[in-house]
């Protein structure tokens, strides 16, 4: 009973825990060319994953400390097995009111339906391209018909309205700013339209490529009329437009105007690492203090200390850089893979 619990505990700059985002795998099974370039990874050891009781144990800890969305993301969250029986034990959290999963789409087909029959909320697929050849190449898997399948399942299943994640790279998709935003209006989805990021393991980034949220209002302007500013809840990332003739979109301008100073989300790992910030450097880990045999209360008071102590502000102390290259370099991701957006969960 959510009414029941007292709002969130707040951080130094007054933002409250809401959102957790659990990555229950570092694994995946595509190689996006904007977060996984590398030929070779180091992965997190299978032994020191998080198991489902230990996820459902930290999670009850922090209900009562605020949080009321979860995310399930990745790497891939399909990867990992009975993601279903997972969703169903987090449902039943008192405190717990939405929980929503982040995926690539490809193995969806086969599990949309225990996916919603567990209880999950809502459903966002990324999806850059609706060109098979440019799937391959800026993935690395001919599979986009299996994505297609997936969004497919998902609808017949029941998710609606479903989010389509379009990261849009200059040179690389973004004369398919259109088209996607056309298809997803067809099929009733919403699509929202995601700056190319300096974060973790997008070592190719460079500035030229990102096309700004005003460039993307831009050619949508052109080609479906000017967009109008729609209700946004306040935390929530994306900025979301309707447009003339019906329809909305979200634009996600993380990279030309952050929005740290709403941010209420905290992140996971899969071997149970919390941090407080995309592109946060320094995480609490919580798998030793699970298997060292911390009480509810030393998890509750470690994770308290952890939120009310948080000042990050990550991308919008990357916008105050002069140049911007990768945040992070390749040495720096192969000793520490926590820094990885696929390891600390996008
Ligand atoms: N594998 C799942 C997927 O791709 O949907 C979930 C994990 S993925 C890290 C979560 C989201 O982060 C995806 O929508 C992906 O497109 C986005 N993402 C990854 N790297 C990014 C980058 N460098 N800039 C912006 N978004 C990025
Ligand atoms: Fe692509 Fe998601 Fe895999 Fe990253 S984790 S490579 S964004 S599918
Ligand atoms: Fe939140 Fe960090 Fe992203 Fe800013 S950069 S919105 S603080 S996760």
Same mark, same amino acid.
């Given at each position: 009973?959510?009414?029941?619990?007292?709002?969130?505990?707040?951080?130094?700059?007054?933002?409250?825990?809401?959102?957790?985002?659990?990555?229950?795998?570092?694994?995946?099974?595509?190689?996006?060319?904007?977060?996984?370039?590398?030929?070779?990874?180091?992965?997190?050891?299978?032994?020191?994953?998080?198991?489902?009781?230990?996820?459902?144990?930290?999670?009850?800890?922090?209900?009562?400390?605020?949080?009321?969305?979860?995310?399930?993301?990745?790497?891939?969250?399909?990867?990992?097995?009975?993601?279903?029986?997972?969703?169903?034990?987090?449902?039943?959290?008192?405190?717990?009111?939405?929980?929503?999963?982040?995926?690539?789409?490809?193995?969806?087909?086969?599990?949309?339906?225990?996916?919603?029959?567990?209880?999950?909320?809502?459903?966002?697929?990324?999806?850059?391209?609706?060109?098979?050849?440019?799937?391959?190449? &800026?993935?690395?898997?001919? #599979?986009?018909? =299996? $994505?297609?399948?997936? *969004?497919?399942?998902?609808?017949? %299943? !029941?998710?609606?309205?479903?989010?389509?994640?379009?990261?849009?790279?200059?040179?690389?998709?973004?004369?398919?700013?259109?088209?996607?935003?056309?298809?997803?209006?067809?099929?009733?989805?919403?699509?929202?339209?995601?700056?190319?990021?300096?974060?973790?393991?997008?070592?190719?980034?460079?500035?030229?490529?990102?096309?700004?949220?005003?460039?993307?209002?831009?050619?949508?302007?052109?080609?479906?009329?000017?967009?109008?500013?729609?209700?946004?809840?306040?935390?929530?990332?994306?900025?979301?437009?309707?447009?003339?003739?019906?329809?909305?979109?979200?634009?996600?301008?993380?990279?030309?105007?952050?929005?740290?100073?709403?941010?209420?989300?905290?992140?996971?790992?899969?071997?149970?690492?919390?941090?407080?910030?995309?592109?946060?450097?320094?995480?609490?880990? &919580?798998?030793?203090?699970? #298997?060292?045999? =911390? $009480?509810?209360?030393? *998890?509750?008071?470690?994770?308290? %200390? !952890?939120?009310?102590?948080?000042?990050?502000?990550?991308?919008?102390?990357?916008?105050?850089?002069?140049?911007?290259?990768?945040?992070?370099?390749?040495?720096?991701?192969?000793?520490?893979?926590?820094?990885?957006?696929?390891?600390?969960?996008?």
């Amino acid at each position: 009973m959510a009414h029941e619990l007292p709002p969130g505990i707040q951080d130094v700059f007054g933002r409250v825990l809401a959102n957790l985002r659990i990555s229950v795998t570092d694994r995946c099974n595509l190689r996006c060319h904007y977060c996984m370039p590398e030929r070779e990874y180091e992965w997190l050891p299978k032994a020191d994953r998080l198991t489902f009781e230990e996820l459902e144990r930290l999670v009850a800890r922090m209900a009562p400390l605020g949080v009321r969305n979860l995310r399930i993301t990745g790497g891939e969250p399909l990867l990992r097995r009975e993601l279903a029986q997972l969703i169903a034990r987090l449902a039943r959290i008192p405190g717990i009111e939405d929980i929503a999963l982040t995926t690539n789409g490809i193995l969806l087909a086969d599990q949309a339906e225990a996916l919603w029959q567990a209880g999950l909320s809502r459903l966002t697929i990324s999806l850059d391209t609706l060109r098979p050849d440019r799937f391959r190449k &800026l993935t690395g898997q001919d #599979r986009l018909s =299996a $994505t297609l399948a997936g *969004l497919e399942a998902a609808q017949s %299943a !029941g998710f609606a309205p479903i989010k389509l994640n379009m990261v849009v790279c200059r040179g690389s998709n973004d004369d398919e700013v259109e088209s996607l935003l056309e298809f997803a209006l067809e099929a009733g989805h919403e699509l929202r339209f995601i700056e190319y990021m300096d974060v973790g393991g997008a070592l190719d980034w460079r500035q030229e490529q990102v096309l700004s949220k005003g460039e993307i209002l831009e050619r949508i302007a052109h080609r479906f009329g000017t967009p109008e500013p729609a209700p946004t809840p306040p935390s929530a990332p994306a900025q979301r437009f309707q447009l003339p003739g019906g329809g909305r979109f979200g634009v996600i301008a993380s990279t030309t105007a952050p929005f740290c100073g709403t941010c209420t989300r905290a992140r996971l790992t899969a071997d149970g690492w919390l941090y407080a910030c995309l592109y946060a450097t320094q995480g609490l880990d &919580l798998r030793k203090h699970l #298997r060292d045999g =911390a $009480t509810d209360e030393q *998890l509750t008071e470690l994770l308290t %200390a !952890g939120w009310t102590s948080r000042r990050d502000r990550g991308a919008e102390e990357r916008l105050a850089q002069p140049a911007r290259e990768a945040s992070v370099d390749r040495e720096e991701l192969r000793r520490d893979p926590h820094l990885e957006m696929h390891t600390k969960g996008g």
